[in-house]
């Protein structure tokens, strides 16, 4: 019998310490406390590992990890608990953005705290119904040596715990991300919202209400450095490793039930259910090979089309393993195919929607200009 393993790029040691990480302490520590808090003991293990520090060049204090390293981290954080990838990730991103945008004094400042895990940031960039960053409502302006920062963000992933949050609004002449202390006045975080998955790590609106920041240092790369290319350019490749972790890890556990149950069916039932073993194995495989191929060199797919493409199949797969494990899949104490289950509906949304993605892939096919362009998120 073939037992998914999960890809076999997590070699090195870090790399591997996380796999050992996701895989033995994520279960213990969902069992013990659930999806109710910002789960800080295991973001400081995480920091301890480096996995923090994985985006952030060795210099910088970082632990400058390989992509196929990184994607190993949104492959197990996935497979273990989707919301905890998801403020994993933000903060990877966060981090390459400072890498690329930041001032050299920004990047001296910001990048060895935050490879540490000692200050964990969120991302404050989207805004319901604003399809481009140059349409965003949130404006910073300068008023001598004093910004002003307005406006409204819909859901900012760990709005409630993040050291510092990257707020992107529109100056007059440049879309701006401005460096945001919560504890000073002028931010407002909005009560929890109200979901079905992603529990766990806070997800809320924040408005900012006339917050005062130096217009010279704390704006990402200094006041008018335009990030409007690199929202537009926004890359989904970490949310296929998501997928495909979340998919192993219900393929896992329908096989080990069907495996203890299969020889107390009626032989027609047999011949159904292998069947659907056979049906979610093979979409696996091929969402494993997707994954592959999009991490290797000269990859025939894009990263749109394998985000699209694994989370559509994610949705699948959840179904299927649903099914065969029954009643016991949806309700027995170890199992936690309901929350991947919860949580695989979020992958269709976050990084970008998934139809805005196809549309993004149809303009590019048909050598269209770009109409209504991808919103990316953390
Ligand atoms: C769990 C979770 C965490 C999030 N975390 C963050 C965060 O940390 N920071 C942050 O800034 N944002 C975050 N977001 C917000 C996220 O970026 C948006 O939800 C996402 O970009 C979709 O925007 P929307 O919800 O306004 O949907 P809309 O833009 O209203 O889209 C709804 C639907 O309209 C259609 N549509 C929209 N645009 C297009 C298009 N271009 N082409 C074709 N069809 C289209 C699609 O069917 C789409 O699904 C988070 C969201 C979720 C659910």
């Known amino acids: 019998m073939r037992t998914p393993s999960g890809p076999d790029d997590i070699g090195r040691s870090g790399p591997a310490q996380v796999r050992a990480f996701a895989r033995t302490e994520i279960g213990p520590y969902l069992a013990e406390h659930g999806e109710a808090d ?4 295991l973001v400081r293990r995480l920091a301890q590992l480096g996995a923090l520090g994985a985006t952030v060049p060795v210099e910088y204090g970082g632990s400058g990890w390989a992509r196929a390293d990184v994607a190993g981290i949104g492959y197990e954080l996935g497979r273990g608990w989707q919301p905890l990838a998801g403020l994993v990730g933000t903060h990877l991103k966060l981090c390459r953005q400072v890498r690329r945008h930041g001032t050299p004094e920004q990047r001296r400042t910001w990048l060895a705290p935050m490879a540490r895990g000692e200050t964990v940031f969120a991302r404050a960039y989207h805004e ?15 008023h001598g040596g ?77 006041w008018g450095h335009d990030l409007t290319e690199s929202l537009l350019a926004h890359d989904v490749t970490s949310y296929v490793s998501r997928a495909l972790g979340s998919a ?17 069916r009626p032989a027609g039932v047999r011949g159904a259910v292998l069947l659907r073993v056979g049906e979610l194995a093979t979409r696996v495989a091929v969402m494993r090979s997707v994954r592959q191929s999009l991490l290797g060199p000269e990859p025939p797919v894009t990263p749109d089309e394998a985000k699209v493409f694994c989370t559509a199949h994610l949705q699948e797969a959840v179904r299927e393993a649903a099914l065969l494990c029954g009643g016991a899949g949806y309700a027995a104490p170890e199992t936690t195919l309901g929350r991947h289950y919860r949580d695989a509906l979020a992958l269709l949304i976050v990084g970008a929607p998934n139809d805005a993605l196809l549309q993004r892939i149809g303009e590019r096919e048909l050598g269209v200009e770009p109409g209504v362009t991808v919103k990316p998120d953390a």
């Open 38 to 41: 910002y789960p800080r003991p």
């Open 248 to 264: 192993d890890a219900v393929h896992e556990q329908a096989l080990r039930f069907v495996r203890d149950s299969l020889d107390q």
């Open 146 to 222: 004093t910004g002003v920062l307005h406006g409204r963000k819909s859901w900012v992933t760990n709005a409630r715990d993040a050291d510092r949050i990257l707020a992107v609004a529109r100056s007059p002449h440049a879309v701006l991300g401005v460096f945001v202390d919560p504890a000073r006045p002028g931010v407002v975080i909005g009560p929890e919202l109200p979901r079905p998955g992603m529990l766990g790590v806070s997800l809320a609106e924040i408005a900012f209400t006339g917050y005062e920041f130096d217009p010279d240092e704390e704006v990402l790369g200094g």
């Open 128 to 142: 319901q119904g604003v399809g481009h960053p140059s349409r965003l409502r949130s404006s910073a302006t300068r």
